[in-house]
């Protein structure tokens, strides 16, 4: 079958063995080795698996949401895993071997930084932060650097160079894409592979899950610090993302 008829398909007639599964999404094979379907679920966890929930419908505006900036992205240049939306809540991506490392960009402080540094939260950085950590639940996802990557041989000098070129990209110009929804970046979460031409690519999702946004002008919060926090009103929050992204397309 080809792209264009697999994302045409229903996602239950082209899934094929289920190649992992993590707390918000899964992935299975397809008929063509070089292509993965990506389900996003309507599970959610916190704190490193602590607190567990379902947000109702969160697969479904998880999956748009994360083709609409990847559609965007693609658009300006950026190398993705993604390949297309496929009905309700499955995306057609790009089969690649994934680093083990979590790139996270901040803007604003937040979340584990406000805590780690003492510093006020919604504080404005005067310069972005990137950081790494390690994907590993079993030892709450590590603090790491580009020694402990070399150490660890996660991946080579150049493909950390290549992703942290990527993240910064990305950082601007997802930054300015969101502005145009009335929300603000404040801090996200990349993971990155390579695929089979050795190309460096950003693969697994962006999304209210992965990403802090919040709304420009009120600083009301709109991604998963609601669930975690207990802030109630969590899937609108998640629908407004995907409103205000519909809404403000270019
Ligand atoms: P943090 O403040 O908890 O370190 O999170 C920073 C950002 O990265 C936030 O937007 C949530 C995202 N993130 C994930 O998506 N998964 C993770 O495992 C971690 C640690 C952070
Ligand atoms: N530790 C992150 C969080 O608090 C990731 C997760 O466990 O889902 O959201």
């Not at 704190?47 to 109702?56: Q, Y």
Request: one cysteine or more; charged letters at 30%; hydrophobic letters at 40%.
């Amino acid at each position: 079958m080809k792209l264009e008829q697999m994302l045409k398909a229903n996602p239950d007639e082209i899934r094929g063995e289920k190649v992992y599964e993590g707390k918000a999404k899964a992935l299975f094979r397809t008929e063509d080795p070089s292509i993965l379907l990506m389900e996003f679920k309507d599970d959610a966890t916190a704190f490193d698996g602590k607190k567990k929930g379902t947000i109702v419908e969160k697969g479904y505006f998880n999956a748009h949401i994360s083709a609409n900036l990847n559609t965007y992205l693609e658009g300006q240049g950026i190398a993705t895993h993604y390949l297309g939306l496929m009905r309700d809540r499955f995306h057609l991506v790009r089969h690649m071997d994934m680093f083990g490392l979590e790139v996270v960009v901040r803007n604003i402080a937040a979340g584990s930084l406000a805590r780690r540094l003492g510093m006020d939260e919604g504080t404005v950085l005067p310069k972005p932060i990137l950081e790494h950590y390690l994907k590993a639940d079993e030892l709450s996802d590590p603090w790491i650097n580009a020694y402990h990557i070399a150490a660890m041989d996660l991946c080579t000098p150049e493909q950390l160079e290549a992703m942290e070129e990527l993240a910064w990209k990305i950082n601007l110009l997802l930054s300015e894409r969101l502005e145009r929804a009335n929300l603000t970046l404040v801090d996200y979460k990349l993971e990155f592979g390579v695929d089979p031409d050795g190309v460096v690519r950003l693969g697994d999702e962006i999304t209210p899950d992965t990403c802090r946004f919040w709304d420009s002008t009120t600083g009301d919060k709109l991604d998963k610090d609601r669930f975690r926090q207990d802030l109630g009103r969590v899937e609108d929050a998640y629908r407004e993302v995907l409103d205000r992204l519909t809404e403000s397309e270019a």
